[in-house]
């Protein structure tokens, strides 16, 4: 009998300031080599979307993630990411637990939003701000405001903001330039548009882009890319994959330019260079930060009355 963690049992089981801890940890473990993944592997069905596989091992467990990302489906009633995260032993292979991919990646993707802007920013930053309130994007806001950050949110739906808005005790923003002009800002949209077009990125900003994870995707321009000092989650996924992606083909980023997070959590790595500094932080979504939340759900296992899949 294997347990079930519907996403209301993900959420239940660990908390934003949880998360936070749990991700965090998965950047150092992978900055240095005790967990280990392959990139992601991507099976497009374009333009509808796509499937993508995930594994991941480290601290005696292993994963495979299989999700989807199919941003037409709210249109449809449906959600854009669905899929299942498959918890085993690394020591014996057995399965220990399946997870709700969504709440997974929605607390793993907002934790790790949070961490590269506190990480990033300016000390002295005070504006902050959510762009997309989507699952994803509803769980940024609500990791900010565990951590006493009140963002602005901002979504071109807005009945979805002022519904996020108000069940999380953020604030609507006016406009999406009030928004975007925040000092501190996570992007977490489809990746469908540009949201800063070139000389837009303000000095001293910092901008966390989470919505830009597949080819063809992208939330900044590649003239501001060239700007920022650059960061990202793992080189060769955001090289191919991600909004670094066509700044790489193009010439505008290298992996010598480009500096990962976890580098700079275990002092590898400077972060920011000056309070003038644009930094800009390219998520693509680990699978060691999906271990990361399962196997802080998995520990709550004895608190939860969870449904049993028989195999």
């Known amino acids: 009998m294997i347990p079930v963690f519907r996403g209301a049992d993900v959420e239940r089981a660990v908390s934003p300031h949880e998360a936070y801890d749990a991700v965090r940890s998965a950047f150092e473990a992978h900055a240095r080599e005790t967990w280990t993944m392959p ?24 994963l495979l993630k299989w999700v989807t990302s199919f ?12 899929g299942l995260v498959l918890l085993s032993d690394a020591e ?15 607390l793993r993707t907002a934790a790790a939003g949070v961490l590269a802007a506190d990480t990033l920013c300016r000390s002295e930053a005070t504006s902050y701000a959510v ?32 519904f996020v808005a108000k069940r999380l005790g953020a604030r609507e923003a006016a406009s999406a330039a009030e928004a975007l002009a925040c ?33 063809g995707k992208a939330e ?25 992606a066509a700044a790489a ?17 275990i002092g590898e790595a400077d972060g920011r260079r000056s309070a003038g500094d644009i930094t800009l932080f390219d998520s693509t979504g680990l ?21 049993q899949l028989e195999l």
């Not at 374009?46 to 991941?56: L, Q, V």
């Not at 501190?184 to 303000?202: C, F, N, R, W």
């Not at 699978?287 to 449904?307: C, G, M, P, R, V």
């Open 71 to 82: 941003p037409g489906n709210s249109a449809r009633g449906l959600p854009t990411v669905t």
């Open 287 to 307: 699978a060691i930060q999906d271990l990361a939340i399962a196997k802080a759900a998995y520990a709550k296992l004895d608190e939860l009355d969870l449904q």
């Open 131 to 162: 762009i997309g309130c989507g699952i994803n994007g509803a769980e940024t806001a609500r990791m900010l405001v565990a951590h006493d950050v009140i963002p602005l949110v901002w979504d071109v739906d807005e009945a979805r903001r002022r």
């Open 220 to 244: 900044v321009a590649i003239d501001e890319i060239r700007r920022a000092h650059v960061f990202c989650d793992d080189w060769e996924q955001a090289s191919h994959g991600g909004e670094l």
């Open 39 to 62: 990139s992601k592997v991507y099976v497009s069905n374009y333009p509808a979307g796509d499937f993508r596989a995930m594994p991941a091992i480290g601290d005696g467990h292993a």
């Open 183 to 215: 000092e501190v800002v996570i992007t977490v949209t489809p990746g469908a548009s540009v949201l800063y077009p070139e000389d837009s990125l303000e000095a001293g900003q910092h901008v966390s882009l989470m919505g830009a994870d597949g080819p």
């Open 92 to 106: 014996d292979g057995r399965l220990l637990a399946v997870l709700d991919a969504a709440a997974v990646t929605a």
């Open 249 to 265: 083909a193009a010439g505008a980023v290298t992996r010598e330019t480009v500096t990962e997070l976890g580098a700079v959590l």
